[in-house]
């Protein structure tokens, strides 16, 4: 028996990567440790705020589309990914108590 796919019930691993990637840079964002000027990546601090923000939901939409405009190729995404997610925890360490 083979696996049956219905019509758009698959999207680009490029567009699924990217919607991860909006996530967690809009969380970054949001995040009460988040602080623009300790993020060492020069890449992702071009789609990062000066500030951090409220509204996870306005930031990650307009993180999208900062990114869908910059066409990204596929390691800059993941590298990028690994980035959001080691600044993550290190916006946690800096609210984290004792720290």
């Known amino acids: 028996m083979s696996a049956r796919t219905w019509p758009g019930a698959r999207q680009s691993s490029a567009t699924t990567e990217l ?3 909006a996530t967690r840079i809009s969380r970054l964002a949001c995040h009460q440790g988040y602080t623009r000027v300790e993020i060492v990546s020069p890449r992702l601090q071009r789609f990062l705020p000066l500030r ?7 930031e990650e939409a307009r993180v999208k589309h900062a990114l869908t405009a910059a066409g990204l190729d596929p390691n800059t995404i993941d590298y990028l990914l ?3 997610d ?3 925890n290190l916006a946690a360490l800096r609210v984290a108590p004792g720290s």
């Open 19 to 21: 919607d991860v990637l």
């Open 52 to 58: 951090r923000q409220a509204d996870r939901f306005a």
């Open 86 to 88: 080691a600044e993550l």
């Open 82 to 84: 690994r980035s959001a």
